[in-house]
Structure formats: C-alpha cells, structure tokens
C-alpha cells in the first residue's frame, strides 16, 4: 500500500504565545521527514529567515526539482521579518512547487499578521508547547528509560525544578546523569552533584537569597548563574518553582497558621523547608502574590526575545528590596 501523501505546509508554533518548546519542534520535523522518506528519498533545505535572503527562500519554495525528488524546506524565524519580507514568502505559498514540503517553525510569531493568517489557512498546524506542569513527571521517566535509567522520586522532583518545562533542557541533564550513574537509581544527590553548576547557582542559591530577602546575593548569584552558561527561562523556572509554594504557604500565614504549621501542612520535600521557612518570615503574602505574576511576565518576555538577564536583575532587586516600615508586621513562627 503507497504511503499517504503528506501535507505540502506545516506550521510549527506554539499554541500559549512564549510556550515554545525546541525538542517538540525538533521531534515533530523528524516525523515529517520520516513520513516524506516513506514515498523514497527527501532533501532537507533549512533556512533561517533573518539571515539568508527571503528572494532565496521564496525560490526555493517555488523551484520544482528538475528530478522530480521530494524536498523539504524547513523555514525558521519568519516572525522576525518586516512586513514586505512576510509577503514575498506568503506569495511563494502560492507558488509552491508540488514537490516541496515548507515547514514553518515559528517561535513567538503574531498569527494576527498576514503571513501565518495564511499559513493557518493552508497548513497543517502542529503545536509545539512546552508541556504543561503536571506533565512534565512523565516526560521524565520517559526519557529516563529511553536512556537505560531510572530517577528515584526526590531526584525527579529536584530535576524537574532545575530545568522548568524545557523538554532540551530536561533531555540534556538525563544524558549526563544516564552517562554517570549506571548501578542504580539516581538519586537526589546525584543530581546535586551532576546538574551543570549554572544551574546549580540558578536553581538553589538565586533561589535561597531570594527566600532570605537579600538582593545583593540574590543579583550576584544570578550573575554567576548566567556567565556559567544557565539560561535565564531555567532560572525563571526554578524560582517559580520556589515561589509557588511560598504564595501557599503565605496565605495560610495570613489566615493564623504559624510558619512551622504553613510548611509541615504544605508537604514540602526536605531540601525545600529551610528556604520556604525563611521566605514566609521575610515577605508579605501580597508582597509573594506581585512577585510570583511579575516572574510570569518574565517568563513571556524572555521566551518572546526579551532580556532575560536585565528583566531578571531588575526583579529580584524590586523583589528583595526592604519593606516600608510603616507597612512591615511582625510575621507568626
């Protein structure tokens, strides 16, 4: 039985703006290709739309093959092109030689503009979201065993908050504790000692100063964190990580609980107590409640091409500032 004929348009892109997750993207063009090779072979062209020349991409779109061979044109960052740009590729579309498969992998791209408007008419779409939180747990044993090792529960949970819900990110890690550790089950401490120390800055001292309320080492850290090579959307992660449970926890402080009460109802891991005790003495609940929506607009900032680093610094030095004295209250232990 002949293959199925493949869509000749996809668009790659995320369905929640600034969710875009590159081994998603990565994963779903292998299975195009995979699809095209099952009706013979397929020459894969990549272009990135920002530095190559759009009449280039637009004739490479529209060119059939002399040969009659299967092509496929991956096309990256479109959503960084002016106006003009967009509309030389969008009249390529309609042009597009039988041959060719166009995948469009956009990150952060205005579906309002006429380019991916037609693109959403036309193709076939794939989201590529990073996956949601309560998802990531089985990503990760799944990617675990794809590796021949098992993650003991603490070591999954401490994983998970140093890399977010980037699936490369999560995929990298495992490589290295996978290469590491081969007699057992990793465990927290491995992942303490293996995780790249960038991380390590970024996932437990960032997160620490910011749980005492000291800016001066919450920035420095953050400096070191970055120049080591962490990513700032892993250091976001990682602190909403932290965040999420000091907003719980500051609420039933506002409702009576002591602090000590606050963290043995919120369940905290171990590892997690010291520093959630330390930020439910030091924050207000509304002071946790603006810091934690801010950090997600952060979030969406860094992942649609802002400064991550910049938004970073200017949050925690807003964050960790003091309290007024007149609005500070004593806090329940």
Not at 124 to 152: K, S
Request: charged share 30%; net charge neutral.
């Amino acid at each position: 039985m002949a293959a199925p004929a493949a869509h000749p348009l996809y668009l790659l892109a995320e369905e929640r703006r600034g969710e875009f997750d590159g081994w998603r993207a990565d994963r779903a063009l292998a299975d195009i290709r995979k699809r095209l090779e099952r009706s013979g072979s397929v020459a894969v062209h990549g272009y990135r739309a920002g530095e190559c020349d759009v009449q280039a991409i637009a004739a490479a779109i529209e060119t059939p093959s002399l040969f009659g061979a299967r092509t496929l044109i991956v096309v990256r960052g479109v959503e960084s092109l002016d106006e003009r740009s967009q509309e030389r590729l969008t009249a390529a579309l309609e042009f597009q030689a039988p041959q060719v498969t166009v995948a469009i992998v956009s990150r952060g791209g205005d579906m309002r503009r006429r380019f991916f408007a037609r693109c959403r008419q036309l193709a076939t779409r794939i989201p590529v979201d990073h996956p949601r939180a309560g998802e990531m747990r089985g990503f990760a044993d799944a990617f675990a065993r794809e590796r021949g090792c098992e993650l003991d529960e603490a070591a999954r949970e401490l994983l998970l908050e140093c890399v977010g819900r980037d699936l490369l990110l999560l995929a990298s890690e495992l490589d290295k504790l996978a290469a590491a550790v081969t007699s057992r089950a990793v465990g927290v401490d491995d992942v303490r000692r293996i995780t790249a120390p960038g991380r390590e800055h970024g996932n437990f001292e960032v997160a620490d100063a910011f749980c005492a309320r000291d800016a001066a080492a919450a920035t420095r850290l953050l400096a070191c964190a970055l120049d080591e090579g962490a990513q700032p959307v892993a250091v976001i992660g990682a602190l909403a990580a932290s965040l999420k449970p000091l907003v719980a926890g500051a609420e039933l402080v506002a409702r009576g609980r002591s602090v000590d009460e606050a963290v043995r109802e919120l369940a905290l891991a171990p590892y997690q107590r010291f520093a959630c005790q330390r930020g439910l003495r030091a924050y207000r609940a509304s002071e946790l409640r603006r810091a934690y929506s801010e950090l997600a607009d952060i979030d969406l900032a860094a992942k649609s091409g802002g400064d991550g680093r910049a938004l970073l610094e200017l949050w925690l030095l807003r964050a960790c500032r003091p309290a007024p004295r007149s609005s500070a209250s004593p806090r329940p232990s």
